[in-house]
């Protein structure tokens, strides 16, 4: 299924950012992804976009102003006066503040919400932003190194133009933050495999939680426990998706494509291989709906970033002309001692999920699913663009370098300055 029209976000400044030393988040696996992209020459293929940056009034439309105007406001040099709303907003330990933490989130965000307008006027069959993904932040609060959530002010952006938007999560941890934005939205139906038990982060995500009140039955949970492997992953994950495209009839579909469900991630305990993990994007893209896709975790760099770049190449429908061997690049030593796109990755864990537990998982899924229906919309009056964006409406996205301009909030990303403290 070729020709499809995929659009890449992409600013060259995501890699500068750090979160600090020690810190498992590295933004910088986004620029290792995109010169693998880049090396594979499938640039030729994409239509590369440069961000425009969300700013204040676009991230209020899940966000509260408070929680926005403080992650504006802080900064490493005045965090410890601002230690109430810290706690406040949960911002400390695991989400830290850091130089220009603020223009991360807003290249992020921007990345996701322009992606979905994308999708939304039929300028793009898919949209990527590997940048993006950041499925813990809350309405007022960071969790899991992610400060604001662009998936749901891109599924917000989405739902504009679509009935039925359709989430999945294949990240090793729940996607916890878009689950309980819509958890009584029966338009957003939220999927989510994941690492579950154990005290594993964040928690939530059990099999029986499905959504609440007229939302009920359109969240599902698929909570696994270490070393699923590719063959007890697909087990589950293509009958649960193919009952879910019957029954829920999305218009659009929203990837979230953390990398820390592959072998070997530092913080992850799954055993997926590339291309197994490749494969969930092979079969939603193959539905043929606008399909947006976002990053997420993962914390071995190298394998992060052959991930994407792979995955890319899933979504272009060339991923077999990719040579497994990876052409000469700037980072090359990293991607050693195998130097390919998709080594076998070593199982860290042993499969500790039984055969008998899935088999009555996706028994209990697929009961629940039989009852569920696809809710009618009917759009009296479209709702406006998110407003920063209405200038993209009228001069066209396909600008790798469109100049942004006109903006009333005057937040917008100032470049060139912040000395990273670049280890
Ligand atoms: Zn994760």
Redesign the pocket.
């Given at each position: 299924m070729g020709g499809r029209k995929v659009t890449y976000y992409y600013d060259p400044d995501i890699g500068d950012f750090y979160y600090g030393q020690g810190h498992p988040m590295k933004p910088h696996r986004v620029r290792l992804a995109h010169c693998l992209v880049t090396r594979y020459d499938l640039w030729r293929h994409l239509d590369i976009v440069r961000p425009r940056p969300a700013r204040k009034c676009d991230l209020v439309e899940f966000h509260s102003p408070d929680y926005v105007d403080f992650l504006r406001a802080v900064t490493p040099g005045n965090q410890e006066e601002l230690s109430a709303a810290l706690k406040q907003f949960s911002v400390a330990g695991d989400c830290p503040i850091f130089d220009r933490m603020y223009q991360y989130c807003q290249i992020y965000a921007g990345a996701s919400i322009g992606a979905a307008m994308q999708l939304n006027y039929g300028r793009a069959d898919i949209a990527i932003n590997w940048a993006g993904g950041m499925h813990h932040a809350k309405k007022a609060e960071a969790s899991?190194f992610c400060y604001i959530n662009d998936i749901v002010l891109a599924i917000l952006e989405l739902l504009k133009v679509h009935s039925r938007v359709l989430y999945v999560d294949i990240?090793?941890?729940h996607g916890d933050g878009v689950e309980e934005a819509f958890l009584t939205s029966d338009r957003v139906m939220t999927v989510s495999f994941h690492k579950y038990g154990d005290n594993f982060f964040p928690g939530t995500g059990d099999l029986g939680d499905c959504g609440l009140a007229g939302g009920r039955g359109y969240a599902v949970n698929v909570p696994l426990r270490n070393g699923m492997d590719d063959a007890s992953y697909e087990g589950l994950f293509r009958p649960i998706m193919t009952a879910i495209m019957e029954r829920f009839q999305p218009e659009a579909i929203v990837l979230q494509s953390?990398a820390?469900s592959l072998a070997g991630d530092k913080?992850?305990v799954f055993n997926l291989s590339i291309p197994g993990h490749g494969r969930c994007h092979a079969f939603l893209r193959a539905f043929g709906l606008p399909l947006l896709v976002l990053g997420?975790?993962g914390y071995k760099v190298k394998n992060v970033a052959r991930c994407w770049a792979y995955e890319t190449g899933v979504l272009l429908g060339v991923e077999s002309s990719m040579s497994d061997m990876l052409p000469p690049n700037d980072y090359y030593e990293v991607f050693g001692p195998d130097y390919r796109l998709a080594p076998t990755l070593a199982p860290a864990k042993p499969n500790q999920n039984k055969r008998e537990t899935l088999d009555k998982i996706r028994h209990i899924i697929l009961e629940r699913l039989r009852n569920l229906h696809p809710p009618g919309v009917s759009f009296h009056e479209r709702a406006p663009d998110a407003l920063s964006w209405e200038f993209v409406a009228e001069t066209g996205l396909g600008m790798a370098t469109k100049a942004r301009g006109g903006d009333a909030d005057a937040d917008a990303v100032g470049r060139g300055g912040g000395g990273m403290d670049t280890a």
């Open positions: 899991g990240d090793v941890h953390g820390d913080l992850g997420g975790g």
